[in-house]
């Protein structure tokens, strides 16, 4: 049985790119949009669709690709010699935009600040320090929410590091959809105005404290609320301990584990802040 999802593409293509912009879209987020003529055949597929990003080490410097051969790519790009080897993460299109003058891709990066109050994490670095003509590239992946046919009641769990692919699920819910929604995210500052189906309810979780474990809201207010019922689909993502804590809880409440997709972006090693020094 493949260890792949199902709606992963079975030959992704790499795209090269280039910034175009980058701005502070609220306290704990930085929007980078990317354009390029290669994006013009990115088939975005809308929903959670995610992709590798990668970038290189100097802007200026060499940029090498790991060669792609149907879906492998993990052993060419480990034989690229580190001094080189560009750094790769993995991110969710926030939006696509076709364009007359080309389409226009955004790329909205989580920001974590130390004790120190300094902004640290290579891709958050990159982010906010962006200039239009830096090179990129993304490697396509496909969606990965992906509800059976017969779900009659969605449950979305997420901290910030999915709060952008379940943006981008939430855009695309049909009008009768029906379900529930948590997004945890670092303050007040970083809710943002959804528009939702009447079917569905949605709580803001903002954190606030800066030393309290990502996601541990949303958990708590998932085990608070009723047990979905038996036809449910539920997505948990973000750090480690809500997206397997969540799919525990949801199986232990009688959901069945191929209704579940979770996956843990991130693990928090040790306590990061929640707002920067100075916006």
């Not at 979305?156 to 939430?170: A, F, K, M, Y």
């Amino acid at each position: 049985m493949s260890s792949y999802p199902r709606t992963m593409p079975e030959s992704p293509r790499m795209f090269c790119a280039r910034v175009a912009r980058s701005r502070r879209l609220s306290p704990a987020f930085q929007r980078v949009t990317i354009t390029g003529p290669e994006l013009d055949g990115f088939a975005f597929a809308g929903l959670d669709h995610w992709f590798r990003l990668f970038l290189p080490q100097d802007p200026q410097g060499p940029f090498p690709l790991p060669a792609i051969e149907g879906r492998t790519w993990w052993q060419p790009y480990l034989d690229i010699d580190e001094s080189v080897r560009p750094h790769c993460s993995n991110y969710t299109v926030a939006d696509l935009r076709r364009t007359e003058a080309g389409t226009e891709l955004d790329v909205d990066v989580v920001l974590h600040w130390d004790e120190t109050g300094e902004l640290c994490g290579g891709v958050a670095i990159w982010a906010t320090s962006a200039r239009p003509g830096d090179p990129l590239a993304l490697l396509d992946q496909g969606v990965l929410f992906d509800p059976p046919a017969d779900a009659r009641e969605l449950v979305l769990v997420t901290d910030e590091t999915g709060l952008p692919g379940v943006r981008g699920i939430v855009r695309d819910f049909p009008a009768d959809a029906r379900g529930r929604i948590y997004v945890e995210v670092p303050g007040a500052g970083d809710v943002e105005d959804w528009q939702v189906p009447s079917g569905m309810s949605i709580a803001w979780l903002p954190r606030e404290d800066a030393h309290a474990r990502p996601g541990a809201l949303a958990l708590a207010a998932l085990q608070a609320d009723p047990a979905p019922s038996p036809e449910s689909y539920a997505y948990v993502v973000g750090e480690s301990a809500l997206a397997t804590g969540g799919r525990r809880h949801l199986v232990r409440a009688g959901l069945a584990k191929d209704r579940i997709f979770f996956s843990g972006f991130w693990k928090q090693e040790k306590a990061r802040t929640a707002q920067p020094a100075a916006a």
